[in-house]
């Protein structure tokens, strides 16, 4: 079945960085979008980023160009997210996802920024 599972959050400052990371299993990893997505606390949920399967191409949040980038690792099935120039407002779950026949999320990883 299929399985996302997100780590790597945690407490950092304003200002500093974070990588999230997202394994991934039960699916054929490399034919399909990964997606990041976050929920303020309070909110409602915010795309974050995302990468294609072929070549790899990335689109971002205009909150996080610039700061984020997304990766991936066919060989892992891993999916990252490198989060610099962090700011308070990036504070929220971060979750990854992705489809298949049906749509897919884990259950997120904690990033508090002070």
């Known amino acids: 079945h299929v399985q996302l599972v997100e780590s790597g959050g945690g407490s950092v400052q304003a200002g500093g960085s974070l990588k999230l990371s997202c394994a991934a299993s039960?699916?054929?990893?490399?034919?399909?979008?990964i997606s990041w997505i976050r929920q303020h606390p309070g909110k409602e949920l915010e795309w974050v980023a995302n990468?294609?399967?072929?070549?790899?191409?990335?689109h971002y949040a205009d909150s996080v160009k610039g700061r984020f980038t997304i990766s991936r690792d066919n060989a892992q099935n891993t999916v990252s997210l490198q989060m610099d120039s962090l700011k308070s407002e990036d504070t929220a779950l971060y979750y990854c996802?992705?489809?298949?026949?049906?749509?897919?999320w884990g259950q997120g990883t904690q990033v508090t920024v002070s």
């Open positions: 996802s992705t489809v298949t026949l049906f749509e897919y």
């Open positions: 039960g699916f054929t990893f490399s034919n399909n979008i």
């Open positions: 990468i294609y399967a072929d070549y790899g191409a990335t």
